[in-house]
């Protein structure tokens, strides 16, 4: 009968293995991960809307009238109730600075954000025009997103436990050992979604008539999964 000193094998470098607690028998600790892509379907879309008026009446007055115009045209996009929200508000005295350094009372600012869940992502830029048009200041986050993602999600969750039980058996039998019970997992399962667009919008807020139309180009979400998992080792 072969001796086995306790092993412990490192497939990839991380620092807490399996709530940071190891088997004091024989064992093999490793690391499984998992990626998988698909196709944004939908986005989210965060808009900001500002005023600089003389007095902090005015200023909230016109960002909700703005505000009111863009969820009141919502209705011809593939946008639903609890899809928007558009409830804070913030308001705040805005003051300049002359030339002899004298902090001087502009008028007050008001401003508004919103977020928006568009279900049919070729509307995208569509809205986004629509939005610069009822006089949106600024888009402020463009996030595509797949409807699907927790079912992805748990399925390369799945892939990524699949990977670790081939390296910790392909770990075991390269050293002349078995793979025993499952001593303990650790899942750091997270999403990881594309970049983002930023536009801001200062000065007029559309373009020439004839600028061509803007292309938002995400191909693929990703998502990915890693796992934690320390076996017991067995000798024959």
Do not use: C, W
């Amino acid at each position: 009968m072969k001796t086995l000193i306790s092993i412990i094998l490192f497939v990839s470098a991380f620092t807490t293995l399996a709530n940071g607690s190891l088997p004091a028998n024989r064992h093999v600790a490793v690391q499984g991960s998992a990626e998988l892509t698909a196709r944004p379907d939908k986005a989210l879309i965060s808009f900001d809307v500002s005023s600089l008026q003389p007095t902090a009446l005015e200023a909230k007055a016109d960002v909700d009238s703005r505000v009111n115009q863009f969820l009141d045209g919502l209705k011809d996009y593939a946008v639903t109730t609890e899809g928007v929200t558009a409830s804070n508000l913030l308001t705040e005295p805005y003051y300049i600075y002359t030339d002899g350094d004298e902090q001087q009372l502009a008028g007050y600012r008001a401003e508004r954000s919103i977020k928006v869940e568009l279900t049919k992502i070729d509307q995208l830029n569509e809205l986004i025009n629509f939005g610069l048009k009822v006089q949106v200041n600024e888009v402020t986050n463009i996030q595509l997103q797949a409807s699907d993602s927790e079912e992805m999600q748990t399925k390369v969750t799945a892939m990524a436990v699949a990977n670790a039980k081939i390296k910790a058996q392909a770990l075991a039998s390269a050293f002349d050992a078995r793979l025993g019970r499952i001593y303990s997992i650790n899942s750091n399962t997270h999403r990881q979604q594309g970049g983002y667009e930023r536009i801001e919008v200062t000065g007029a807020r559309l373009g020439a008539a004839n600028a061509a139309p803007g292309r938002y180009l995400q191909a693929t979400v990703k998502f990915s999964s890693t796992v934690d998992a320390v076996f017991d080792l067995t000798v024959e």
